[in-house]
């Protein structure tokens, strides 16, 4: 494994590789910044302009935003009290709240040390856990395949928010995969004789559509000014009492937020709720948690950064996004030729620990921009949104172009616009809709196969000892959620005229 | 339940339907294989069942489904600016996407958020200026330009 570690490093430490990781954990921390604009539609939005580059580079780039994101969103948590993602919704509580009491520059610098330190401890649990799981993924067969894939979007839907719904996500984004052509007979599907779809619907436009458009339009239906709390260099030094607190919180956050962010479905914002309410029972000082607790904040941004780096075991191991975000990841690498899944580590092993490697370089870029420069990072909280929106509306459309060199690229990405802030504003969960997208081919792909091999019977998903393993776990993932709301059912005090009426 | 929460349930009951009628000219198997309409029909059967037991969950009070509706201004603003990107698209082709998108932009920022015009002006320059630098000199991305810009 050293030896590749190395071997990674010689190759993200080429000048050309150093310079995109640097651009990708930059516009991560910008677009982390920026209320309104999380990671995976900064990643969307830049995913077209990586076809010129080398994947191992494009790769490089797209997952420095992905966690560059995690530290900006400190900025706007601690200084506005607006979680620029949300996993900063903890922070945005307690950050504020030592803002506010003049400790603005000690929050910053907790969450910028924190996160460092968690994201390192996390990129080499990355390093040791990877190998070893795409080896036993390499038993994997058709039948472990799709139930994988399945599990993986059952679980994005079980772990925070209505299952319902999330399955309802998942559903529109692989019927969105069926336009175009059957994968195993290229038979035209779904495409009603219209060129346009006969090449089915590419990713990026809907990507774009889904979580840059509609994420923009949804935000400008209030447009608030608001007035950053100011910070200074010399505010960020930390008191002996301060590492005192926070030294175990960073810990237990680090090691929280990576089992967090293995599991698919869970991400960030679930790894930093749960490290905080962890931190809240360890502390000698429980009642400071919600009005400044630094040990709080140093929990939630610890977690919240080893979650986004943990979510790349599976997708880096399996092939199977941990995240909306590493769905992109896992789409930019189809993009670029490469399939992804437990073969991933041997037949590329370089492109692997070169983005392993990067990982460790970005994160200690993001510890310098953030120590030193948060107060000029800060200063982009003051350009009105008024300014940025229209820029990022039309540069999406750009994207959008770039990537097939198409005006119906162009129109898809309005139309799936359109459908994303409808979820928006029907509280449909959208990242269901990007990792069922990702998946679809290789759900469909594997289950026709699997029945191929059985004949049509599906006792082959029952027979194989992997497998029924799976299969176990695909149904823990529907029944748990659905005995839960009906626990939470029985336990909540029962509403007068319950039964539709209205 | 009100008539604008069961939005997505009917949703998804439609997208299924569309599927099953649309893949009806597909084969279900080809001899011991799933043909192109297995797993269509497969997600079709899935979304009506997941369609209909999110209508149930709402009827029943199982799940509360916040409709966020926007202010007749928010409401306003949000259809100005989707009018806005769509005449963008439409733009493109016939002008050109650089000088399009600095319409685009001086448009949405004057006219739809109510900025004044100086800052406006120079955030579209800025704007499409980048694009221009990024896309079409660095990137090479051969943008429209029926006009040379």
Known sequence: MLDQLLIGFSTALLPHNLLF????????????????????????????????????????????????????????????????????????????????????????????????????????????????????????????????????????????????????????????????????????????????????????????????????????????????????????????????????????????????????????????????????????????????????????????????????????????????????????LILHGIRPGPQLMSQESALVWGLIASMFIGNLFLLVLNLPLAPVFAALLRIPYVYLAPAILGISLVGAYAATLDMATVWMSLAFGVLGYAMIKFDVPRPPLVLALVLASLMETSLRQALLLSFGSPMIFVERPISAILLVAVLAAIVLPIIGAVRRRRGAPQPVGLGGDE | MRPAEAVPAVFILLLAAGIYLGTSGLRMWDGITPGARFFPVVLAGTGAVVGLLLLLAQWRGFETVEVEFPSALGAARVAASFAAITALAVGIPLIGFVPMLALFILTMQMVVLRCPPVPSVGSAVIVAGLVHIVFIRWLAVPLPMPYGI
């Open chain 1, 21 to 332: 990781i640097f651009i990708g954990v930059l516009i991560g921390q910008v677009v982390g910044a920026l209320p309104g604009l999380g990671p995976s539609a900064g990643m969307a939005l830049l995913l077209p302009l990586t076809f010129g580059l080398e994947p191992v580079t494009a790769i490089m780039m797209l997952a420095g935003i992905m966690y560059g994101a995690q530290y900006g969103g400190t900025l706007t948590s601690v200084l506005i009290k607006v979680p620029g993602e949300a996993s900063g919704v903890m922070t945005a509580v307690d950050g504020n709240a030592m803002a506010r009491n003049g400790r603005a520059g000690a929050a910053l610098a907790i969450s910028a040390i924190g996160s460092f330190i968690a994201g390192i401890g996390a990129v080499t649990a990355v390093a040791l856990l990877a190998p070893p799981l795409a080896s036993f993924g390499l038993r994997f067969n058709a039948p472990e395949y799709f139930l994988l894939a399945l599990l993986g979007i059952l679980a994005i839907g079980s772990l925070g928010g209505s299952p319902i719904k999330s399955l309802a996500a998942a559903l529109i984004g692989l019927m969105i995969a069926l336009i175009g052509v059957d994968p195993l007979t290229g038979t035209p599907r779904l495409s009603f004789n219209q060129p346009i779809l006969m090449t089915g619907i590419d990713f990026i436009p809907v990507v774009i559509g889904v979580f840059g458009i509609a994420e923009v339009l949804a935000s400008l239906e209030r447009i608030e000014s608001v007035k950053p709390i100011k910070t200074r260099l010399r505010d960020m030094w930390l008191t002996m009492d301060d590492w005192r607190k926070c030294r175990f919180s960073i810990i237990r956050g680090g090691f929280i937020g990576l089992f967090v962010g293995i599991m698919p479905g869970a991400g960030a914002s679930i790894a930093s709720l749960l490290s905080y309410l962890t931190e809240r029972k360890f502390s000698k000082n429980p009642e400071a948690f919600g009005h400044g607790a630094i040990d709080g904040v140093a929990a939630a941004e610890s977690a919240n950064n080893a979650a986004s780096h943990g979510a790349a075991i599976p997708m880096l191991s399996l092939g199977i996004p941990g995240s909306a975000s590493t769905a992109i990841l896992l789409a930019a």
